[in-house]
């Protein structure tokens, strides 16, 4: 997410000077794209119901137009009816404007085709559901765990910066020999003392740019590569993914959408860079006549439950069948998976935490002993 300026409609004196007026008609808009992940859900519902209960395309839009709390989302949606009412097609609006993928464009133009647009919104409002819950379940999986480890963290520079050279100050007063633990920590403590305001600055520093460094491509795939080694966490993220791989290719062949091009669309959805590869590869061994199977196994990201049921699918064409059970399984796997997660995460940290304070408390009560028989 990033910082996007949009217009925005300001009345201003006449003769005034237009670099003044361009000021005044920005705004800036925080976390990105306002048409998300969770309006597209709303939309898409909204838009279903519309349809199915008989309501022409233009119109429903209208309506959904008028619902609009927001000038912004209700202008956008009027400027979707305006250009039906122009003659243009649903499927294209979609595709020329960037705040839709080519999976949903393409979605939509089979619907359009079919005849069953609204059943085909009312996927999409399915895919978006299924997509903010799973987000959800990663955000409360992740929330208090995050929570425990920046309070002990800050517990642990609390007394590394303020504590520990306490004891420096007056284990140096008696010319105590320290131990060798002792002398570690009192290092870290200075050099936390000398860096910890650059440190800081640079993690806030990287916080900032995080929006712009996403969208480099070199970054994504570090990044993702990172996370998919994690204990604990890749595993779940590899997952979550997959489910959200298997849900889109469900949509689509359900919507008779031929395999490799569903493949193809789905991989429209996908953010996961290391998941994007492997479905590039998968593609390119589809095109060469290998069995979607065959090409899945190739790769290792996927595991062998999903293998073999594909397999199943190819043999019986029970395909559509095929993967909205495997659709069902991913997402009931990851629920499973966030709460085991925040379960196990948490005892994880507190349990890294404490062995640090203990480690902090030993190196700076080992030293008394010595300091008691200075004294004497």
Do not use: C
């Not at 969770?38 to 839009?61: M, N, P």
């Not at 619907?111 to 978006?128: C, I, M, P, Q, R």
């Not at 600055?201 to 996403?214: A, E, T």
């Not at 699918?313 to 998976?337: G, H, P, S």
């Amino acid at each position: 997410m990033g910082l996007k300026v949009g217009k925005t409609k300001v009345k201003a004196p006449p003769k005034e000077s237009s670099n003044v007026d361009d000021l005044l008609k920005k705004e800036i808009r925080l976390f990105g794209s306002a048409f998300n992940s969770k309006k597209k859900e709303q939309f898409y519902t909204e838009l279903s119901v519309l349809l199915t209960s008989g309501i022409r395309l233009k119109d429903a839009l209208s309506l959904i137009a008028t619902s609009q709390k927001k000038k912004e989302d209700a202008s956008f949606f009027e400027e979707l009816s305006a250009k039906i009412v122009a003659g243009s097609t649903f499927s294209d609006i979609l595709r020329a404007d960037k705040k839709f993928t080519v999976y949903e464009s393409h979605s939509v133009r089979i619907g359009e085709e079919s005849g069953s647009l609204e059943k085909v919104t009312g996927s999409l409002a399915d895919f978006y559901t299924r997509k903010n819950e799973q987000r959800r379940n990663v955000t409360s999986a992740l929330t208090y765990p995050i929570i425990v480890l920046i309070t002990a963290f800050l517990a642990v520079i609390f007394m590394l910066r303020f504590v520990v050279p306490m004891f420096k100050d007056v284990f140096n007063q008696n010319n105590v020999d320290l131990p060798r633990i002792t002398e570690i920590v009192m290092s870290v403590s200075e050099w936390l003392g000398s860096y910890g305001w650059i440190i800081l600055g640079i993690l806030i520093l990287f916080g900032i740019l995080q929006p712009f460094l996403n969208k480099q491509v070199a970054y994504r795939n570090l990044k993702d590569r990172l996370l998919l080694k994690m204990p604990l966490i890749g595993s779940f993220i590899k997952t979550s993914n997959i489910a959200r791989f298997t849900q889109a290719v469900s949509l689509l062949v359900n919507s008779k959408v031929s395999i490799p091009q569903s493949i193809h669309l789905a991989k429209e959805m996908i953010s996961f860079s290391p998941l994007k590869i492997v479905l590039d590869s998968v593609e390119k061994d589809m095109q060469k006549g290998t069995s979607l199977s065959k090409s899945l196994e190739a790769q290792s990201f996927f595991d062998a439950k999903m293998i073999a049921l594909v397999r199943v699918a190819e043999e019986t064409n029970q395909t559509e069948y095929v993967f909205d059970k495997l659709k069902e399984q991913y997402n009931t796997e990851v629920i499973r998976k966030s709460k085991m997660f925040s379960t196990l995460l948490e005892p994880v940290i507190i349990l890294i935490v404490g062995v640090l304070v203990a480690v902090i408390l030993i190196s700076m009560y080992l030293p008394m002993f010595e300091l008691g028989n200075v004294l004497k």
